[in-house]
């Protein structure tokens, strides 16, 4: 299997591409949404609410603020995470921006 040949690619295709890979599993979706609901930092509910194990809470957790979309705070022995809204907003604008640009097909296309 081949690289992916990512500087062929500009700086917003690429990112848009990581966003995405980040966001295409389902337990991250219900993550956000969980948090987007709530309003307020999570601190531990995730297992209950989510019904995965803690592990893979925890991974998901990390791939999610690695992108930037949530960020976590410690208090005590456990981590807090909420949206990151600043980062929500900007990813919004340039899937708002991406989704706009691209014209769709009249019925006939295809």
Partial sequence: MGL???????????????????LGHPARIAILQYL??????????????????????SQHLKELKRIGIIKGTIEGTSVCYCI??????????????FFGSIDACNEECC
């Avoid at 992916?4 to 980040?22: H, L, P, Y």
């Avoid at 987007?36 to 809470?57: M, N």
């Avoid at 600043?86 to 708002?96: A, C, D, G, S």
Wanted: some cysteine; hydrophobic content about 30%; overall charge negative.
């Fill in 4 to 22: 992916t040949k990512t500087e062929n690619f500009t700086a917003e295709q690429n990112s848009i591409s990581t966003v995405s890979k980040v």
């Fill in 36 to 57: 987007a609901q709530q309003q307020s930092c999570i601190c531990g509910d995730l297992v209950d609410e989510i019904g995965l194990a803690q592990p893979t809470i």
């Fill in 84 to 97: 990151d809204i600043t980062k929500w907003n900007q990813l919004k604008n340039t899937f708002n921006t």
